[in-house]
């Protein structure tokens, strides 16, 4: 082995040790559901979970999630295909609208519509906010798929005899499940985690049961085993996924030939697609928009000062900055493992540390408190604690990003710093840490709006006295102070739309790439 080599391994085993721990934190509230059930006995836990109510919660979510999803699906791809696909007037500007909504949290939303409409709440609010909220989600993949494929295909279809919507049905489609099974699958983790929107709508799902059930047991075991069928929930639609994806191979080899389509005509339709279009982004943009510039113009509720929106504002920038930091840092070693040791043990890892994806926030908040309350009680509502929430339920947007830097950093750099007698921190100062600036940079950056606009979480974990944005908005909101909350939620706002920003443009440098 050469000195180059052995000098590239000595940081090996440090790198290993902290992508370990993020591992186990990641575990964590798997593992408290786990030993919560074994604590339990099969009798306890069929105690808890077989009940009348727990059924009907079930029901209420996986209707919403199920509604919801087939809602985002139908309007995420058919504004991908009519931006991308046809001659609607303006397509850039309304692609960029459609993306615009991931900047309005959803809480925010169902804020708007019910100060706006105070009748709607139930079911058809729940299914009219959460859609809105979470449709971009499904649009962006999609487009991004409609504006890299390689249109030869269709071309290759159409020779044989197939009619445009033929070809679109068994050439195009195939090449977007993956997409759309992808943007359903955000959407209905997104929404089983959703607490906020759906407390304000008054419509009982899992999730708001067990903030329920935490506010008034403190965490006791009935919210723990409603915790484990989330978690159940969250594993049918991971499982449902990778069904529906399956194993048809996507890719191909060589970029094709970049030539410059003409688009599908619109004819007679272009004018209702115009008038659909724009009333979609009435109801996704204009209403939150439009409810919170009234609310800070006339709401007579307005009674909160400047240094209490400065406080809130510097509070939820703080905590940001801070887990952005750590996360960043923590999921750093995962994905150089991944890159540059790739095997069982690095996959295991990488996978493990996905899991925050997949697991609501309320989920982690509890598990962390239990774990904090029985361990060390000293770190019950305390700042680290929380941050460590962050890292766990934020851990994948910064792993996706520095893993996708990583694999643009050529090894051959670091081995050559190595050889030239650098130790293993100077090669990561000098060589690795510019190459990898941007990505870190896009890590960060997402964990930190991530952050800013967080919750469930922050509402059971922050320390006592804390006040973000987040949840100075819910105190207002939830006590029908609606002006009172229009500051933080306009904040907020303004806060979240470079994570909208930077998302598309993510999108579409992965297509150019």
Same mark, same amino acid.
């Given at each position: 082995?050469?000195?180059?080599?052995?000098?590239?391994?000595?940081?090996?085993?440090?790198?290993?040790?902290?992508?370990?721990?993020?591992?186990?934190?990641?575990?964590?509230?798997?593992?408290?559901?786990?030993?919560?059930?074994?604590?339990?006995?099969?009798?306890?836990?069929?105690?808890?979970?077989?009940?009348?109510?727990?059924?009907?919660?079930?029901? !209420?979510?996986?209707?919403?999630?199920?509604?919801?999803?087939?809602?985002?699906?139908?309007?995420?791809?058919?504004?991908?295909?009519?931006?991308?696909?046809?001659?609607?007037?303006?397509?850039?500007?309304?692609?960029?609208?459609?993306?615009?909504?991931?900047?309005?949290?959803?809480?925010? !939303?169902?804020?708007?519509?019910?100060?706006?409409?105070?009748?709607?709440?139930?079911?058809?609010?729940?299914?009219?906010?959460?859609?809105?909220?979470?449709?971009?989600?499904?649009?962006?993949?999609?487009?991004?798929?409609?504006?890299?494929?390689?249109?030869?295909?269709?071309?290759?279809?159409?020779?044989?005899?197939?009619?445009?919507?033929?070809?679109?049905?068994?050439?195009?489609?195939?090449?977007?499940?993956?997409?759309?099974?992808?943007?359903?699958?955000?959407?209905?983790?997104?929404?089983?985690?959703?607490?906020?929107?759906?407390?304000?709508?008054?419509?009982?799902?899992?999730?708001?049961?067990?903030?329920?059930?935490?506010?008034?047991?403190?965490?006791?075991?009935?919210?723990?085993?409603?915790?484990?069928?989330?978690?159940?929930?969250?594993?049918?639609?991971?499982?449902?996924?990778?069904?529906?994806?399956?194993?048809?191979?996507?890719?191909?080899?060589?970029?094709?030939?970049?030539?410059?389509?003409?688009?599908?005509?619109?004819?007679?339709?272009?004018?209702?697609?115009?008038?659909?279009?724009?009333?979609?982004?009435?109801?996704?943009?204009?209403?939150?928009?439009?409810?919170?510039?009234?609310?800070?113009?006339?709401?007579?509720?307005?009674?909160?000062?400047?240094?209490?929106?400065?406080?809130?504002?510097?509070?939820?920038?703080?905590?940001?900055?801070?887990?952005?930091?750590?996360?960043?840092?923590?999921?750093?070693?995962?994905?150089?493992?991944?890159?540059?040791?790739?095997?069982?043990?690095?996959?295991?890892?990488?996978?493990?540390?996905?899991?925050? !994806?997949?697991?609501?926030?309320?989920?982690?908040?509890?598990?962390?408190?239990?774990?904090?309350?029985?361990?060390?009680?000293?770190?019950?509502?305390?700042?680290?604690?929380?941050?460590?929430?962050?890292?766990?339920?934020?851990?994948?947007?910064?792993?996706?990003?520095?893993?996708?830097?990583?694999?643009?950093?050529?090894?051959?750099?670091?081995?050559?710093?190595?050889?030239?007698?650098?130790?293993?921190?100077?090669?990561?100062?000098?060589?690795?840490?510019?190459?990898?600036?941007?990505?870190?940079?896009?890590?960060?950056?997402?964990?930190?709006?991530?952050?800013?606009?967080?919750?469930?979480?922050?509402?059971?974990?922050?320390?006592?006295?804390?006040?973000?944005?987040?949840?100075?908005?819910?105190?207002?909101?939830?006590?029908?102070?609606?002006?009172?909350?229009?500051?933080?939620?306009?904040?907020?706002?303004?806060?979240?739309?470079?994570?909208?920003?930077?998302?598309?443009?993510?999108?579409?440098?992965?297509?150019?790439?």
């Amino acid at each position: 082995m050469t000195l180059a080599r052995r000098r590239a391994l000595a940081a090996a085993p440090l790198r290993v040790a902290v992508a370990v721990t993020a591992a186990l934190l990641a575990l964590l509230p798997v593992g408290y559901i786990a030993v919560s059930t074994v604590l339990l006995g099969p009798r306890g836990v069929v105690d808890l979970v077989w009940r009348p109510r727990v059924g009907e919660l079930l029901v !209420n979510t996986t209707v919403l999630l199920v509604a919801t999803a087939s809602a985002c699906v139908v309007l995420g791809t058919a504004t991908a295909w009519v931006t991308e696909r046809t001659d609607l007037p303006g397509a850039p500007v309304w692609g960029a609208l459609f993306a615009a909504p991931l900047a309005v949290p959803a809480f925010v !939303n169902s804020y708007a519509w019910v100060s706006v409409l105070p009748g709607v709440d139930g079911f058809v609010g729940a299914l009219v906010v959460t859609t809105m909220s979470y449709f971009p989600l499904v649009h962006l993949p999609v487009a991004a798929v409609l504006r890299g494929m390689d249109r030869d295909h269709e071309d290759v279809a159409r020779a044989l005899g197939l009619s445009p919507r033929a070809a679109a049905v068994r050439v195009v489609l195939p090449a977007l499940r993956p997409a759309i099974a992808g943007g359903a699958l955000l959407v209905g983790l997104h929404l089983l985690a959703e607490y906020g929107a759906l407390a304000l709508l008054r419509y009982p799902t899992v999730t708001v049961a067990i903030y329920d059930l935490f506010e008034s047991t403190f965490a006791g075991p009935a919210a723990a085993m409603l915790a484990g069928v989330l978690v159940v929930l969250c594993l049918v639609l991971l499982t449902a996924d990778m069904a529906l994806v399956g194993r048809a191979r996507q890719a191909r080899v060589g970029a094709g030939a970049a030539r410059r389509r003409a688009r599908t005509p619109l004819g007679g339709a272009r004018l209702p697609a115009l008038l659909a279009v724009g009333l979609l982004v009435v109801a996704a943009l204009g209403v939150p928009l439009a409810s919170l510039a009234r609310w800070l113009l006339e709401g007579r509720s307005t009674t909160v000062d400047a240094a209490a929106l400065a406080v809130a504002t510097v509070t939820s920038i703080g905590l940001g900055l801070l887990a952005a930091a750590v996360t960043t840092a923590l999921t750093f070693p995962v994905a150089w493992l991944a890159v540059r040791r790739p095997g069982l043990l690095s996959r295991v890892l990488e996978r493990t540390a996905h899991l925050g !994806n997949a697991l609501p926030g309320i989920v982690v908040a509890l598990a962390l408190v239990i774990v904090a309350i029985r361990l060390v009680p000293g770190l019950y509502q305390t700042t680290p604690l929380l941050i460590t929430a962050y890292a766990i339920l934020f851990m994948p947007l910064a792993l996706v990003n520095l893993r996708a830097a990583l694999v643009r950093v050529p090894p051959e750099l670091e081995e050559v710093a190595h050889g030239l007698g650098s130790p293993p921190v100077a090669v990561l100062a000098r060589v690795t840490a510019p190459l990898l600036a941007r990505g870190a940079g896009a890590a960060a950056a997402l964990v930190f709006l991530a952050v800013s606009t967080e919750l469930t979480a922050t509402l059971l974990l922050a320390p006592t006295g804390t006040s973000t944005l987040a949840t100075a908005f819910w105190g207002q909101a939830t006590a029908l102070s609606y002006g009172a909350a229009a500051p933080y939620a306009a904040m907020m706002i303004l806060i979240s739309v470079p994570a909208a920003f930077l998302l598309t443009r993510q999108v579409h440098a992965g297509v150019r790439a």
